[in-house]
């Protein structure tokens, strides 16, 4: 707006009408006294599955520190686009937060035509919340009993070893893919709709391996229903000291998930560094921490600014991954 000449004259209204009509200023006051009403946590998944789980554990913890429910809203569609966009498109008041996982801004861009939201620029970092290694498993019927062992045998046989995942674009399916770019072997995939089904295939030998979440498969292994051979973190995971990390065969093999709190762009630094500091003390609470490694969950936290690199990172790591095997989702 061009600067108004020093004659001309103001009145009170027309301050009032302009103060009001600045976007931030409603935010901004919010901000001084928020939360005061209870506030919407957008998991981007259907109800039951692990990121609901995940979820539901930092709803219940983050909610009273925060002096507010929080309450959870499965959003599920569009490989998170849906629950995503639903974010991406609400005010920046501190009332609607996410559930970030990988498909949000490090994955979706790679593999969709187009997305409802830009990446990049539709959302507030605030604190990454933990990372869960996939676990590679085949069924006791494969004559393999390590990473390198099932390696040859892809080799000598190739694509008659079909790997089972939780759905095309999941972390699942790209972990497998990972393993067979760097790997250099020919494996067919077999996507199914969820981990549930996945799992189900695996344990009737429908499938012979897969890469997928440590919660839903760890049961199984101690069961002796599946055989573990190796996890996806970049080192051995503390919780499983004796499994090798598929990255002892394969150096620079990282297939480990991560999830993160975000909202919507613009959220104001008062209520991010609140957020941030609450999430950062529950995830250092005994009680909680000792829960979350029950389930396989690795507590992280740090800073907003840490969350942003990590999210860049993630992004050009499996960027990478993503055109070398050239995966889509219509």
């Avoid at 920046?92 to 949000?104: E, I, S």
């Avoid at 046989?157 to 399916?173: A, E, I, K």
């Avoid at 004796?242 to 991560?258: C, N, S």
């Amino acid at each position: 707006m061009p600067a108004q000449p020093a004659s001309h004259r103001i009145g009170r209204r027309a301050v009032l009408a302009a103060a009001s009509a600045m976007p931030l200023a409603p935010v901004v006051v919010r901000a001084s006294s928020w939360p005061d009403r209870p506030i919407r946590f957008v998991v981007p998944y259907a109800a039951g599955g692990t990121s609901d789980l995940l979820g539901r554990l930092i709803a219940n913890a983050l909610g009273p520190a925060l002096g507010q429910t929080m309450v959870v809203e499965n959003r599920p569609g569009g490989g998170a686009t849906v629950g995503a966009a639903s974010v991406a498109q609400a005010a920046p008041d501190g009332y609607t937060l996410l559930l970030g996982t990988p498909a949000v801004q490090a994955t979706n861009r790679f593999m969709m035509a187009s997305l409802p939201y830009d990446p990049d620029r539709a959302f507030t970092p605030i604190v990454n919340i933990m990372r869960t290694p996939n676990l590679l498993v085949v069924h006791p019927s494969v004559p393999a009993h390590s990473v390198a062992e099932l390696i040859a045998l892809c080799k000598r046989q190739p694509d008659t070893l079909f790997f089972g995942s939780s759905g095309v674009g999941s972390t699942s399916h790209l972990a497998g893919e990972m393993l067979r770019v760097m790997a250099k072997i020919e494996i067919a995939h077999a996507p199914f709709r969820g981990t549930g089904p996945n799992v189900q295939a695996l344990l009737s030998g429908e499938v012979k391996m897969s890469l997928d979440g440590m919660p839903a498969l760890l049961p199984h292994i101690r069961e002796g229903r599946l055989r573990l051979l190796a996890v996806t973190t970049p080192a051995r995971y503390a919780s499983l000291p004796d499994t090798p990390a598929v990255a002892e065969t394969l150096p620079g093999f990282d297939a480990a998930p991560f999830n993160y709190i975000t909202g919507p762009a613009g959220l104001p630094q008062p209520i991010v560094e609140r957020v941030n500091t609450a999430m950062n003390a529950i995830l250092n609470e005994a009680t909680f921490r000792s829960r979350f490694q029950e389930l396989g969950f690795e507590p992280m936290g740090g800073t907003p600014a840490e969350l942003a690199e990590v999210i860049r990172q993630e992004t050009a790591r499996w960027g990478e991954v993503i055109r070398a095997a050239g995966i889509r989702i219509e």
